[in-house]
Structure formats: C-alpha cells, structure tokens
C-alpha cells in the first residue's frame, strides 16, 4: 500500500461516506486487521459510531471481518475494493448503454446501497422510473424484474454470501461472527417471484405524505409476513464489469490497427465467451469457424471463406490478438487476453513516453521494446539520432524508471572498463510506476475540485437557494415578471463565476475519468503478469 493509494481511498471515502467513515476506514487500511477495541481506542471516536461505520463500510463490501482462533473479529480494509468506487459512474454509464434507463438506475441503487433485495430493488426503481415520467403513466414491476433478470443472466450482478441454514444447534454457543458461504451454483439464480404493481409517485403535500406514512405503518403493523425472497441479496459483480472493459479496449484497438469487419470479428468471439469465460482467464474458450460464423450481427453479410481469410489474418498479425488453437474443423480460435492487455499496456506507455519527452524518446523506447537489450552506440545507430541527443535522452527516460540498464560485466571485479551497459525496457515495472503517478494524479484531481468547491462556497450556496425559489414558484404558477426578479438576485459577475466554476470542476471530472481508464489498463496488464504461471 503506497501513501499514493492511501490518500485516494481516504479521499473516496470522504467524498462518499463522510469523515466518520473515512477515519476508520483509512486506520484499517494503514494499520492492517484490527479489533473492535482497538478501533475505538486508536482513532477515538465513540462506539456506537465506530459500529455504525464498520456496518456501512461491511455493507458496501469495503472491510471483511474474521474470527480468529481465541474468538476475537478482526475487521480488515479491502483497500482495491476502495478504489473501485471511482469508477462507479463508469459501471452506472455502461448499464445504461446496455440496459437502458431500467439498467441504470438498478446498477446504480445496487452500488448506493451496498447489496439489496430484489423486490425492493425492483419496488425502488419503478418508483424512481414512474418520477419521471409524464402524468397518468406508471412502470410496472414486470418490466424492472425482466431487465434485473437480464442482469443477472449476463453476470453484471451476482448473489451476496449468507449465513447456512440449519447449522445452528441449541446446545452450541453462536460463534462472534457468522460465516458467509455461497454455492457457485446458486451465484446468478432468480428466484421466482410475482411481483405484480406499479410505480408510485411522491406526494407533494406534507399533510397528505403524513397521513400516507401513517396508513402505511398501520398496514405494516397488522401484516408482518416478510416478503417471498427475505435474506436473498444482490450485489454489483465488479469483476464482469471489467470483464466488459477489457473486451471493449481489445476491439477497439483490433479496429484501429486493422479495420470494423476484424472488430465485429472479434467482439463476436468475446460475446461468445463472456459468460463461459472468467475474468482472470490467459484465453478465451475455443471456436471454430462455422460458430464464429452463425453468431455474427445480422448486418455483417460476409461470407464464410471472407471470414477464414479474416481469421488467418488476425491469427498471422504480429501482436496476437487472436490464436490458433486447433486445425481441425477447420481451424479453433482463441483470443489472447494477456497479450492483448500486454500490448494495451505497451500502448499506453509508448503514448506517455510521447507526450512527456517527445516523438524522438519515443522513437528509441519503441526501439527498446521490439530488441530488448541494446548498448548505447546501438542505439544512436538504430534510432539515427545523434550521439548527445540520444544519451541525454536515455538519460532522461533512465531518471523516471521508464528505462532499465542491465550491467553485464566480462570480468568478476566488475571494472567499468570491462563491463556492457546494456539499456532495456522493464514493462511491468514501468507499469507499475505509472499507475502510482495515475493514483496520485487522481488524488489531486479530487482535491482541486473539492478546492474549488470550498472557495465558492457562499457563491454556490446563495445558487442553490434561488433555483429553489424559482422551482417553487414554477410550481404555484407564478408570472414571467416575479421569476426574472428571482433571477435577478445572482448579479451578472457572480453569474459568469459560476459559468467558469462549473466549467472548471466539468474539466476535473472528465480528467478524472480519463485518467482512470488508463489505471484500468496497467491494473489489468498488472494483474495478468501476476496470475500468469
């Protein structure tokens, strides 16, 4: 855990949770698995908060807890599960992109609240859906639960682990902590439920809101029976998501090296094998031909000997993007997904390379990288640059650990004189420095715009309360005149600050989302040099 990661999280956690939750949260993750005691005493807040923090923090899947062999919990950060919140609005865009509003708004009460149950799940989002729409219109149940079900059957949402039943006996004491077990089997069933109704919209009147929530408790009162999937809980599967990512940057770097039909091509291969296939897989499952054919869009009209030709040319291409697994039946495919990372990742360093130092470092790092190991007269020779342009920039690039020097000396004394200097390029290595800077990069992305949130506090403030005015009096139908003198109230300055205000924190969010998308590609390139044997 570098500092760079540690203030990121305590950021996220800030923004999120509150400063509550961020002190705990950031204690766990500096300090390692804790008791409960020790929580309370190291960080000095009450006991009730520190349990109120640990059950949000536990709920939204950010600390796991233990019992250990005296029969003491130890609670313990997921520091990586931390930094996933970042990329929260990514997994709400794509749900809509797939799914729709309906996805939308399930993925995104999932990730608000942690983990759910489907009925209330489904009860929520129609209500939020039937807000919106026009009046006399409602969302029905049965349309929310199709689309949860669609989620489900694509993995982008997956079953919480929960206590077994018919464990417990009564002559054994509890244990401290219950533990949460999950059949593999069970991970993406729906139960069956007949959830019949329709959306309901908020009532505008206090009184009547009132006497609604007293019929309701008066309702609740005589019915305690718990509804049909009671202790079934649903969550968001990150690891699909990503999943989804990955095979989104694998076919848009097929589609710029080569053309849309390769693309098409290989999206079809990895559709295939989404669900079949798990995250942390080197290669997809194999297909032949003939099925890579059936499942193609309807609106490819190629032919199948057009699509042996494209299969033999990915299969040929340099960066083995896709393999041959077999020839028989015509020939098995895969997808290299390691690989395919490993070039992403080499990709993105060689951009980087060419924004911080130019076409020319480039030039040799992209040098480095297809021979491997080269002196520094090779170099110069190879690249054509001349003799102090190119050590200064070996140099350089050698300063911020984007280029290795591996000594090989010829004598055991290791004498200058008698050693070669070989200069390298250390992918991971490299891959890992940048994603520090992208974590610490984010980090001050978050704190300037919380920076200039704080500076216009007053400003931003006295905005809110005169678009709640005006608001309220749309409402009671107030005229044209009465609502510009509203307006009025935010003079011509303090308008344009606010303009250049919301301009500046819209330049942060999106830098912030840019910037993690290049973390997502040296996490998965990372993460697939681990897992590799």
């Known amino acids: 855990m570098t500092q760079a990661e540690l203030k990121l999280c305590s950021l996220l956690l800030r923004e999120y949770f509150g400063d509550i939750v961020e002190a705990i949260g950031a204690f766990l993750i500096r300090s390692g698995p804790q008791p409960l005691r020790l929580i309370v005493a190291d960080t000095g807040l009450l006991l009730d908060q520190v349990k109120k923090a640990l059950c949000v923090l536990i709920q939204h899947n950010l600390v796991g807890y233990q019992v250990q062999k005296r029969g003491l919990v130890e609670y313990e950060a997921r520091c990586w599960r931390v930094l996933r919140i970042l990329r929260y609005p990514r997994y709400i865009y794509t749900a809509k992109s797939l799914y729709g509003d309906t996805g939308e708004l399930l993925v995104e009460e999932l990730l608000l609240n942690g983990h759910m149950s489907m009925s209330a799940l489904v009860r929520k989002v129609a209500d939020r859906l039937t807000e919106t729409m026009e009046d006399g219109k409602t969302m029905d149940y049965s349309e929310v639960a199709n689309t949860f079900v669609c989620l489900v059957d694509t993995h982008f949402v997956q079953r919480c682990p929960l206590v077994p ?182 990709a993105t360093l060689e951009s980087i390379v060419e924004e911080r130092f130019g076409s020319r470092c480039a030039r040799i790092f992209r040098l480095l990288l297809r021979k491997k190991y080269l002196e520094q007269k090779q170099v110069e020779d190879f690249a054509m640059i001349p003799a102090k342009e190119a050590k200064d920039m070996l140099y350089r690039m050698l300063s911020e650990n984007l280029v290795a020097l591996q000594e090989i000396p010829k004598t055991p004394d290791h004498a200058p004189s008698r050693t070669f200097y070989l200069y390298t390029v250390n992918v991971p290595a490299a891959a890992r420095m940048l994603l520090h800077r992208c974590y610490k990069s984010v980090a001050n992305l978050m704190e300037r715009r919380h920076y200039e949130s704080r500076e216009n506090k007053r400003l931003l403030e006295k905005s809110q309360r005169v678009e709640a005015i005006l608001a309220s009096l749309q409402a009671t139908g107030a005229g044209d005149t009465q609502l510009q003198d509203i307006e009025e109230m935010i003079t011509g300055p303090e308008r344009h600050q606010l303009d250049t205000l919301k301009r500046n924190v819209n330049k942060l969010d999106a830098s912030e989302t840019q910037v993690d998308e290049t973390i997502f590609v040296l996490e998965s390139f990372i993460e697939s040099t681990v897992r590799r044997p």
């Open 165 to 346: 039943e018919g464990l417990d006996a009564p002559e054994v004491p509890p244990p401290p902590a219950p533990t949460l077990v999950l059949n593999e089997k069970d991970m993406y069933v729906v139960p069956r439920l007949s959830l019949v109704g329709k959306g309901k919209r908020r009532r505008s009147c206090e009184e009547e809101d009132g006497e609604h929530q007293a019929k309701k408790q008066k309702q609740d009162g005589g019915s305690t029976e718990p509804p049909p999937d009671d202790g079934i809980y649903w969550q968001v599967n990150i690891d699909r998501f990503h999943q989804h990512f990955r095979d989104q940057a694998i076919v848009s770097a097929v589609a710029n090296r080569m053309d849309q039909t390769s693309s098409e091509i290989v999206r079809t291969m990895l559709r295939m094998s989404e669900v079949t296939t798990s995250s942390s897989a080197p290669y997809t499952q194999p297909l032949s031909s003939n099925e890579i054919f059936r499942s193609l869009p309807a609106g490819y009209n190629i032919g199948k000997q057009v699509l042996d030709q494209y299969l033999t040319l990915l299969a040929d291409d340099p960066l083995e993007f896709v393999g041959k697994a077999r020839d028989s039946g015509g020939g098995m495919f895969t997808v290299n997904l390691h690989k395919a990372l490993a070039s992403l990742a080499t």
